[in-house]
C-alpha cells in the first residue's frame, strides 16, 4: 500500500504507512508467515497469519455466537470473521488500512473498506456490535483512545468484544505495555516503525472505566482470551 507520488524530484515520496509494508502484504498474498512485530527493544512477537487467512477456528465461533445485529470488525485483516458473518446474512463490515487484506475479505465474500477507526466511517454511531481480535487492541498504541473512539463508531446499546494478551499467570492479566515495533518476516525485510500496544484481561477492564464501556463477560477459547463490554450511556467521552 506505498503511496509514492512521482513528478518532479524535488518532491519526496509519502512514507509507507503501518501495515502497507511489503513483509505484510506478501504474507497475505501467500496465506502464511513467517511474520512477526519486531520491537525496538529486539523482541519478535509471531503474527498468526495462517490463523488469519484460514476459516474461523472454535475460538472465532465463540465470537460469532455473541455477534448481534449489525458489526464493525475494526482491523479486519484477510476478513476471515466478516466472510463468515456475511455467510449467516449479517450486516457486517470490515475496516482496515491494508488493501492487501481488504483486497482478501471482498475476494472470500465479505465487505471490506480501507480505513482506520480514528476516520470518519460508514453508519457511524449506528453499529451494534464492534470487534477487536487478533492484538487490535493495540491498534494506534492508547487503548484509552481506542476504546473512547470505539464507543463513539458504535451505537448507543452496542457491545464491544476485545481479545486480550492469553492468560498465562498475573503478569499477563495485568499487562499494559506501548512500544514501537515494525512488522518484520524475520529474513531482514520489514516496515516502518509505528505505535503499539498489548493488554492483558484486567488491564483492559481498568481502562473501560473512563472510556464509556463496562465490562460484561470474559471467557477464554482455544487458548485465547476475550472480553465483551457494553455501552455505559449514550454520553460518552471524546476520544481525543
Known amino acids: 500500500m506505498t503511496h509514492a507520488r512521482t513528478g518532479h524530484a524535488a518532491v519526496r515520496a509519502r512514507p509507507t504507512a503501518p501495515w502497507q509494508a511489503d513483509p505484510y502484504t506478501e504474507a497475505l498474498r501467500a496465506g502464511r508467515g513467517p511474520l512477526f512485530l519486531r520491537r525496538s527493544d ?13 476459516a474461523p477456528d472454535t475460538a472465532d465461533l465463540t465470537v460469532l455466537e455473541r455477534c448481534r445485529g449489525s458489526v464493525l470488525d475494526i482491523g479486519c485483516g484477510p476478513g476471515r470473521i466478516v466472510t463468515a458473518l456475511a455467510a449467516r446474512r449479517a450486516t457486517v463490515l470490515g475496516i482496515d ?8 475479505t471482498v475476494h472470500t465474500g465479505g465487505r471490506a473498506v480501507v480505513g482506520s477507526v480514528f476516520e470518519p466511517l ?12 487478533d492484538g487490535n487492541i493495540g491498534i494506534g498504541g492508547d487503548p484509552r483512545a481506542l476504546l473512547a473512539r470505539a464507543a463513539h463508531v458504535l451505537g448507543p446499546s452496542a457491545s464491544l468484544i476485545v481479545e486480550t494478551a492469553w492468560p498465562d499467570g498475573a503478569e499477563t492479566e495485568d499487562l499494559d505495555e506501548r512500544f514501537q515495533a515494525r512488522v518484520d518476516n524475520g529474513a531482514g525485510a520489514s516496515g516502518p516503525v509505528f505505535t503499539w500496544a498489548r493488554l492483558g484481561a484486567g488491564a483492559l477492564v481498568r481502562h473501560t472505566r473512563t472510556t464509556g464501556w463496562t465490562p460484561a463477560e470474559r471467557w477464554t477459547a482455544g487458548g485465547r482470551s476475550f472480553v465483551a ?3 455505559q450511556s449514550q454520553d460518552v467521552p471524546h476520544s481525543s
Open 42 to 54: 529486539g523482541r519478535l512477537l509471531p503474527l498468526e497469519v495462517e490463523r488469519w487467512c484460514a
Open 97 to 104: 488500512v491494508s488493501p492487501a487484506a481488504v483486497a482478501r
Open 122 to 133: 460508514p453508519r457511524e454511531g449506528r453499529w451494534d456490535t464492534g470487534l477487536l481480535l
Open 229 to 231: 463490554l457494553r455501552r
